[in-house]
């Protein structure tokens, strides 16, 4: 798989792989041992890059990952993020974000020790923290950096504002938010602001939560505890009304001799050259359909078109509960 670079030093596959599902969000957690064949089985694909985070559990995805990834040791790169407010000590995850410059310095060391490295390659903000000024934040990294402890600093769903003032401090690698077919917000104030300031951009859920696959219908049945019971965006009647993109996408599929999923991982790939998509699976059928999006070229004739069709549709529902949609930095 080619490569792409975020930031101006961290070069990764041009996907990633996003780790979330394995354990958390999407129901019951695969098994510990699938969980590590398909993170392993990516790396054979040739994805270098992993995603993770200290909440997704708390920690039982960063214990996998990092179990899985130890033979790799120096030739992927993985990247976590901090910012709830967990506990350090007994994993307890006590509502709500936090960001103070202490539980930053305490909850590294224990990334670092499930991770099973000696650096953390990106750390990501997973949350922008209102009681807590972002140059603190950024300053706090910085200092992990100088210290060796993490290599490159990240946020996750942080607004422009809160973006620049981040950059003044400590330059940022890479931004992740969700960005799809299904969800083009970031094209409007976000986009411009990191190709102005050399900032790489990771979508995560580039595939619609699964939706854009065409494998989710309005009478689909999500698992108990999968996060996409309380997304008002899987609504079945919004789920219903959301298919005139997944029919717009599989018509694209078919013209090329592809697949849906292909489709809108390509598109990503061919809106800027330092856009790296983290598309997840607990499938290693689906897996290797993914990696396979990094090699559909999309002609100019197929970006039109989907331009073209995509502008008249309109999404119906959040993308989040009001909870969560009250978390997001604008």
Known sequence: MHTRRLGTALDVSALGFGCMGLSFGFGPATDRADAIAVIRAAVDAGVTFFDTAQVYGPWTNEYVVGEALEPYRGSVVIATKFGWNIDPETGEHRGGVNSQPELIRRSVEGSLRRLRVEAIDLFYQHRVDPAV????VAGTVRDLIAEGKVKHFGLSEAGVANIRRAHAVQPVTALQSEYSLWWREP????LPTLESLGIGFVPFSPLGK???TGAITEQ???APGDFRNTVPR???ENRKANAAIVDL??????????????VALAWLLARKPWIVPIPGTTKLHRLRENVGGADVQLTAEDLAEIEEASSTLVVKGDRYNAASQAMIDR
């Open 249 to 262: 996408v599989a018509r694209i599929a078919a013209n090329k001799g592809v697949t849906s999923a292909q």
């Open 210 to 212: 699964g939706f854009l």
């Open 234 to 236: 899987f609504d079945p």
């Open 187 to 190: 094209e409007a104030e976000i």
């Open 133 to 136: 000024p972002m140059e603190d």
């Open 220 to 222: 689909t049945e999500f």
